[in-house]
């Protein structure tokens, strides 16, 4: 079992047209299975649960290079839900070829913006 990475966003960075700018960047990231879309957006000082900004993008990129290894090319993204640690909420779930995901994400967030981005291994994909 694969362990629970978690993303926590910095106060600063989780509210507004920055959170916004986050998410939209990390699924195009996730899309395309390259995090150069996504690393402009975080801060050098930028903390994401005990990952700083070079850990998190390459625990990322590790979740890209096993999709590809697996033959993954055309992304391509559904909703979910997490069956796990966080039941009920809503899971991005990103899919090859196969009929079960690659990876998902969970993208925590609340009225002020992002709380929290992290991998969901107990999304409802893994079920098909």
């Not at 990390?26 to 690393?39: Q, R, T, V």
């Not at 850990?55 to 290894?69: G, M, T």
């Not at 391509?76 to 640690?85: A, I, P, R, S, W």
């Not at 009920?88 to 992002?114: D, L, M, R």
Request: one cysteine or more; proline letters at 2%.
């Amino acid at each position: 079992m694969q362990e629970l990475i978690k993303l926590k966003i910095k106060s600063e960075a989780t509210s507004g047209e920055s959170a916004q700018k986050i998410i939209s960047h990390f699924l195009k990231a996730c899309l395309a299975l390259d995090c150069s879309i996504l690393e402009p957006m975080i801060d050098e000082d930028q903390f994401f649960e005990e990952l700083d900004k070079y850990r998190f993008l390459a625990s990322l990129k590790q979740q890209f290079d096993w999709a590809i290894a697996r033959g993954a090319t055309d992304i391509t993204m559904k909703q979910g839900k997490c069956e796990m640690c966080v039941i009920g909420h809503t899971t991005y779930e990103f899919y090859g070829s196969k009929v079960k995901p690659e990876f998902a994400y969970i993208i925590n967030t609340n009225k002020k913006g992002i709380n929290d981005i992290f991998l969901c291994n107990g999304s409802s994909g893994w079920g098909n």
